[in-house]
């Protein structure tokens, strides 16, 4: 914000002028008074007592405010301050009191900034206290002991003049045997807003409050048919439980008139949690036990959301400025913003009952350049919130001009006040810096609402994932400033349509301008590149499942994530998470993979070989094509070609074989691939290469393996004559009433069975009808086949 925005740019009137003037030198006569007698005195008091700027003890003792209330006080109030004070010096503190003191108004933002920044300087100008009655005295403050006061003076006795911020102290004085005299020996200064009537117009304030998380979530999910979702650790339940920071951050926006600005990610994250999930322990998940505290946070979250504005960050908050500034060149980058943004619909409005508006982009930290500015609207937002640190006043307005501001292309820049969005920054844990922090934003509030009787809309966006203590603090001073007299809420749509301030600053800085702190913090271009391997490896994967929703939703979601803005700061966890993702899609896929084969050997010219695929998954894969390829086609060739393709699909859990036809033209090792490719021509998993050994065949042995073949025909054509002479036979001594006279040759009685060469015949012939092999039958020179079908000459060694 230009520092010209510190002054009224509208002068009060006549009268209200000589009231201010009037204030100011009652205000500083004791200053004027100290001024004149300086000189004279030196380093000494009137008295003769050293200065408290000599003393050796000034600033020995802290003082601590915890609590003044109220933080922003009217007519009739009592002002109640209470707190503690600590001696850190060596030297006991002897009648010690605590008085309360008030400074001049305070005109100017800058002025605010100067005083909070020296907030315990004793160097500085010193208020007189307002009164003795409205102190609390210690009789001794003994080194390292604190000692708690508790003050309260109403309103009309502090004499505050005009509506505007008051520089209020609270300080300790007392004397040490080394100096033993009265000194202001610690003092806290903070502000106190003053604004007893209400104003007109009364300043419209837009107040985001984010509910957005880190990554919890794996790309993991169970193998069952729910999908059981699992958990990098228990720290989301941690967060949603009672006392934790996303729970009081529900708890406290309840009761505020707010704009939730919530990331998708987190509200599917806790609903996961409301069934049954796994939690990672090492290298192994135990069950998920908070299903309850979920159910309760998300049915607490759904009632403080009703009838709110709710505005939805794409999915996981993706970076945009490491996007734009590390990503854009990647290809694919740009693609996974716009895939968490078509989530949205998907996730926040089924959960939460309330239609969200998608409209708005948020850069970290409201830091934008032109390269942003059009990562930001490329998926479909129009409104980017910025911040008036990024975006400055450059025309030298002396006020704070409205927060919406059109920067070309129908794109409107809504700049949240930098001094009132980073209030709530830093180290709140301490009762007294919370308290601080309250006053200071409250006291900013009012000062930006006097600069000009012109109304105007400011916004308000805090860190993404304030504290605990940050969410309390924060909602202290919404409260008292929605409370109050200067300020009325406004919704988010509401200030990024009013009327933009003519003269107002449109033109957003060139990319050398973003913070060097904030680059350092930036997703590096590996990043982005290790993702876009990541979602081609997805892809490839997909387009073989037979329900790929099972694969693509878990790890398009996990790709989300890993563009998080939430990465930032955390390099090591990021990369890790990144590295958990392609490792375990690496595993799934997998499991969809061609069987390693030995060498294969072929015995004739020509077989078929088995290639097997299989798949370990729980659901179907196909069509895939398999590929089986040659390297040596000349040696051999498989389908008469260079290669052959076959589709193939594999049931869950099973394998499947292709037989692919080989035909061998030479003797010798051919090597030949098998491969697996998606429908679409992409190669699928790693090949699998072996051996195929093509044994020789000569004329000769190919002769005798004839020769062989042809005595097998021959004796079993003399077995069939033999056998057929012998039934003819046997049918002709089987007629009825015929009967068989030997016949008489004359040389005595003949064999009535036949002669002895007929009996030998027959002999013979029913001894080889009977016997596989004779002995006189050739020894074979080949084993036994076997009963199962032939593969053409196939012999396989695996």
């Known amino acids: 914000m230009a520092e010209a925005a510190d002054?009224?740019?509208?002068?009060?009137?006549?009268?209200?002028?000589?009231?201010?003037?009037?204030?100011?030198?009652?205000?500083?006569?004791?200053l004027l008074a100290g001024l004149v007698q300086l000189p004279a005195?030196?380093?000494?008091?009137?008295?003769?007592?050293?200065?408290?700027?000599?003393?050796?003890?000034?600033?020995?003792?802290?003082?601590?405010?915890?609590?003044?209330?109220?933080?922003?006080?009217?007519g009739g109030d009592t002002v109640t301050v209470s707190g503690t004070v600590t001696n850190h010096g060596k030297q006991a503190v002897t009648d010690a009191h605590v008085g309360l003191r008030v400074g001049p108004e305070v005109n100017t933002r800058s002025s605010l900034d100067a005083i909070a920044k020296d907030s315990n300087d004793l160097q500085g100008t010193i208020a007189p206290e307002?009164?003795?009655?409205?102190?609390?005295?210690?009789?001794?403050?003994?080194?390292?002991?604190?000692?708690?006061?508790?003050?309260?003076?109403?309103v009309d006795d502090l004499d505050l003049g005009e509506d505007g911020v008051y520089e209020f102290a609270v300080s300790l004085s007392g004397e040490t045997s080394a100096q033993p005299w009265e000194q202001i020996l610690g003092i806290q200064r903070t502000f106190l807003p003053w604004q007893p009537d209400e104003a007109d117009p009364k300043t419209k304030t837009t107040a985001l409050w984010p509910l957005v998380s880190t990554t919890h979530m794996a790309a993991e999910t169970g193998p069952n048919e729910e999908q059981t979702p699992v958990f990098l650790n228990d720290d989301l339940a941690k967060e949603i439980s009672p006392g934790g920071r996303l729970n009081q951050m529900v708890t406290l926006g309840k009761d505020l008139d707010v704009t939730w600005v919530v990331d998708p990610d987190l509200l599917a994250s806790v609903d996961a949690m409301t069934g049954s999930y796994r939690v990672r322990d090492g290298d192994k998940t135990v069950a998920g036990t908070h299903q309850t505290v979920a159910k309760q946070w998300l049915a607490e979250l759904q009632d403080a959301v009703a009838d709110k504005e709710v505005v939805a960050l794409p999915f996981a908050d993706p970076d945009l400025a490491s996007l734009a500034h590390n990503g854009t060149d990647v290809t694919g980058s740009l693609n996974q913003l716009k895939s968490a943004t078509g989530v949205i619909d998907n996730t926040v409005e089924p959960i939460l009952h309330v239609k969200p508006n998608t409209d708005f982009a948020w850069p970290v930290d409201g830091a934008v350049d032109g390269s942003i500015v059009k990562v930001a609207t490329s998926?479909?937002?129009?409104?980017?919130?910025?911040?008036?640190?990024?975006?400055?006043?450059?025309?030298?307005?002396?006020?704070?001009?409205s927060a919406a501001r059109p920067i070309g292309g129908g794109t409107t820049a809504v700049v949240a006040d930098a001094r009132?969005?980073?209030?709530?920054?830093?180290?709140?844990?301490?009762?007294?810096?919370?308290?601080?922090?309250?006053?200071?934003?409250?006291?900013?509030?009012?000062?930006?609402?006097?600069?000009?009787?012109?109304?105007?809309s400011v916004v308000i966006a805090p860190q993404r994932m304030p504290s605990g203590n940050q969410a309390r603090a924060m909602a202290e001073a919404l409260r008292a400033m929605q409370g109050g007299t200067w300020s009325e809420s406004q919704k988010l749509a509401a200030a990024a349509t009013a009327k933009p301030d003519p003269d107002a600053t449109t033109k957003v800085p060139g990319t050398s301008s973003y913070p060097s702190a904030l680059r350092k913090k930036e997703l590096p271009r590996t990043a982005f590149v290790q993702t876009a391997r990541t979602q081609d490896t997805l892809d490839n994967f997909k387009v073989v499942l037979s329900d790929?929703?099972?694969?693509?939703?878990?790890?398009?979601?996990?790709?989300?994530?890993?563009?998080?803005?939430?990465?930032?700061?955390?390099?090591?966890e990021a990369e890790s998470f990144r590295d958990g993702v392609r490792l375990y899609l690496d595993?799934?896929?997998?499991?969809?993979?061609?069987?390693?084969?030995?060498?294969?050997?072929l015995s004739g010219r020509s077989a078929t070989i088995p290639v097997t695929v299989q798949n370990n998954l729980v659901q179907d894969v196909g069509p895939l094509v398999l590929r089986l390829t040659s390297t040596n086609p000349t040696r051999l060739e498989i389908d008469g070609a260079d290669y052959e393709e076959q589709p193939i699909s594999v049931s869950g859990g099973h394998s499947q074989s292709v037989k692919f036809t080989t035909s061998a033209n030479a003797n010798g090792r051919a090597t030949v691939i098998a491969q697996l490719y998606t429908m679409d021509g992409r190669k699928y998993g790693e090949p699998v290469t072996f051996d195929v050994k093509v044994t020789e065949i000569t004329a000769a042995v190919m002769l005798v393996i004839g020769g062989g073949v042809l005595l097998l025909v021959l004796a079993g054509f003399r077995m069939y004559t033999q056998r057929k002479r012998a039934a003819a036979r046997d049918a002709e001594k089987s007629e009825p009433g015929e009967a068989e006279e030997p016949e008489d040759s004359g040389n005595g009685p003949q064999d009535p069975?036949?002669?002895?060469?007929?009996?030998r015949e027959e002999s013979e012939a029913r001894a080889r009808a009977g016997d596989p092999e004779q002995p006189s039958d050739p020894t074979p020179d080949t084993a036994a086949e076997s009963a199962d079908p032939s593969g053409t000459g196939e012999r396989v060694d695996r």
């Not at 002054?7 to 006569?29: D, E, K, N, V």
């Not at 009164?131 to 002991?145: A, H, I, Q, R």
């Not at 998926?379 to 001009?401: C, F, H, M, N, W």
């Open 130 to 154: 307002i009164d003795d009655k409205y102190t609390e005295k210690f009789s001794k403050l003994s080194p390292g002991v604190a000692e708690h006061f508790n003050i309260s003076v109403p």
């Open 379 to 401: 998926a479909g937002a129009d409104k980017v919130i910025a911040r008036s640190d990024s975006l400055q006043e450059t025309s030298g307005l002396p006020y704070t001009p």
């Open 548 to 572: 790929p929703s099972r694969v693509v939703t878990p790890f398009g979601r996990a790709l989300n994530r890993e563009m998080s803005a939430s990465w930032r700061g955390r390099a090591a």
């Open 587 to 601: 595993g799934l896929t997998g499991r969809v993979r061609l069987i390693d084969k030995s060498e294969t050997k």
């Open 420 to 456: 009132l969005s980073t209030a709530f920054e830093g180290d709140l844990t301490r009762a007294s810096a919370s308290t601080l922090a309250v006053q200071r934003f409250l006291a900013q509030s009012l000062a930006l609402g006097l600069q000009t009787g012109k109304q105007r």
């Open 753 to 759: 069975e036949g002669s002895d060469e007929r009996l």
């Open 7 to 30: 002054f009224q740019g509208t002068s009060p009137s006549p009268a209200r002028r000589r009231l201010r003037r009037t204030t100011a030198l009652i205000a500083g006569a004791p």
């Open 41 to 74: 005195a030196g380093s000494a008091h009137a008295d003769g007592r050293p200065s408290a700027k000599a003393d050796a003890d000034s600033g020995s003792v802290a003082v601590a405010v915890d609590s003044l209330t109220p933080s922003a006080p009217t």
